[in-house]
């Protein structure tokens, strides 16, 4: 099933942990709307903006797939509002201040990124149907410590 022009929704439910662990990821009827409209507002003004295909790395996480990889239960991912993904050939750094600056959204976190190398981390994106506070946050890990920083590098 298509949500959008580029995405579909074997893509917004695929995850290697649910597969190895036989774990059911397939999200309530009622979330239908909120994984379309991700689709919609986040990923395909990034597809059609950088002009290559990709496919998120996480997108919607039932509640027992948030258990078994050590995340929240409440996590934005788990109320299918956020996606993590990359874009093949774009640095991290450029497609979150691309997003920043053109998308509406929830949160934008750039996370795990270092100017080292610029293929490092992911993209972080969320975007709720209504209020979206257009929060921007990076998160890195400095001497072992995770730490949690307002706006992009």
């Known amino acids: 099933m298509k949500l959008s022009k580029h995405f579909s929704f074997s893509e917004a439910i695929k995850s290697q942990t649910a597969e190895r662990n036989y774990i059911d990821n397939t999200p309530p009827d009622e979330y239908l709307s909120k994984i379309i409209a991700v689709a919609e507002n986040i990923l395909e003004p990034v597809r059609l903006h950088f002009g290559v295909p990709f496919s998120p790395s996480s997108w919607y996480r039932s509640k027992e797939l948030c258990l078994k990889i050590g995340s929240k239960t409440t996590s934005q991912h788990a109320l299918a509002e956020a996606v993590d993904f990359e874009v093949?050939?774009?640095?991290?750094?450029?497609?979150?201040?691309?997003?920043e600056y053109n998308l509406e959204f929830d949160k934008l976190i750039l996370e795990f990124y270092t100017d080292e190398d610029p293929a490092s981390g992911w993209v972080h994106a969320s975007y709720r149907e209504s209020n979206n506070r257009h929060e921007v946050y990076t998160i890195s890990r400095v001497n072992g410590a995770v730490i949690t920083q307002k706006d992009l590098p």
Request: aromatic share 8%; proline share 8%; glycine share 8%.
């Open 88 to 99: 093949p050939g774009v640095d991290n750094l450029t497609l979150a201040k691309w997003c």
